[in-house]
T-cell receptor, first 112, second 114 residues
Framework: QQQVKQSPQSLIVQKGGISIINCAYE??????FPWYQQFPGKGPALLIA?????SEKKEGRFTISFNKSAKQFSLHIMDSQPGDSATYFC???????????FGKGTRLHILP | DAGITQSPRHKVTETGTPVTLRCHQT?????MYWYRQDPGHGLRLIHY???????DKGEVSDGYSVSRSKTEDFLLTLESATSSQTSVYFC?????????????FGPGTRLTVL
């Protein structure tokens, strides 16, 4: 049973546009929601993370929007650049002593 | 890379042979994890450890075993490799500090089972 569902599987965006990746979760006890970025041949790296007590978190061009009632969260990449082309994973965790559940990933391609 | 090394980085082996992958960390973090990554499946947890000699199964543990005799090393063993275990394997650590649940990943091991 997949506890974190991610969409779309792949996404193509023009340079300068907004990239949006969506995730939905089932377990309302999740209390940590990170996004990871992975370049080819590399391990995933933490991009940005949010906890459910806030509805939005912004770091530079990257923003997480969180909707607790809908059990959904999304990643927005503003002014998307070719260097943002990577695979993005959303994830959820029950807390410090628990494992993280990952979505299946979104392959993002930014057209130059 | 958060002080995480994985060895080997690439390995080709034959069906039925045993394989051991090593994850080494330099920061004495308590939590360590093994994942496999396959197209269309994302990252799936194989086994994890929350201390020396303390390990537990993840969602895809069949065919895999782990050992952690020292804080810095977490070994993943395929007792008898099968073609379905062809994958990229990632080790991760979690510092376990208050207020952070972040996992940090190693560079990965690409395993091909012929």
């Amino acid at each position: 049973q997949q506890q974190v569902k991610q969409s779309p599987q792949s996404l193509i965006v023009q340079k300068g546009g907004i990239s949006i990746i969506n995730c939905a979760y089932e377990n309302t006890a999740f209390d940590y929601f990170p996004w990871y970025q992975q370049f080819p041949g590399k391990g995933p790296a933490l991009l940005i993370a949010i906890r459910p007590d806030v509805s939005e978190k912004k770091e530079g061009r990257f923003t997480i929007s969180f909707n607790k009632s809908a059990k959904q969260f999304s990643l927005h990449i503003m002014d998307s650049q070719p260097g943002d082309s990577a695979t993005y994973f959303c994830a959820a965790s029950l807390g410090r002593d628990d494992k993280i559940i990952f979505g299946k990933g979104t392959r993002l391609h930014i057209l130059p | 890379d958060a002080g995480i090394t994985q060895s080997p980085r690439h390995k080709v082996t034959e069906t039925g042979t045993p394989v051991t992958l090593r994850c080494h960390q330099t920061e004495n973090h308590r939590y360590m994890y093994w994942y496999r990554q396959d197209p269309g499946h994302g990252l799936r947890l194989i086994h994890y450890s929350y201390g020396v000699k303390d390990t537990d199964k993840g969602e895809v543990s069949d065919g895999y075993s782990v050992s952690r005799s020292k804080t810095e090393d977490f070994l993943l063993t395929l007792e008898s490799a099968t073609s379905s275990q062809t994958s990229v394997y990632f080790c991760a650590i979690k510092p376990g500090l208050a207020g952070t649940d972040t996992q940090y990943f190693g560079p990965g091991t690409r395993l091909t089972v012929l």
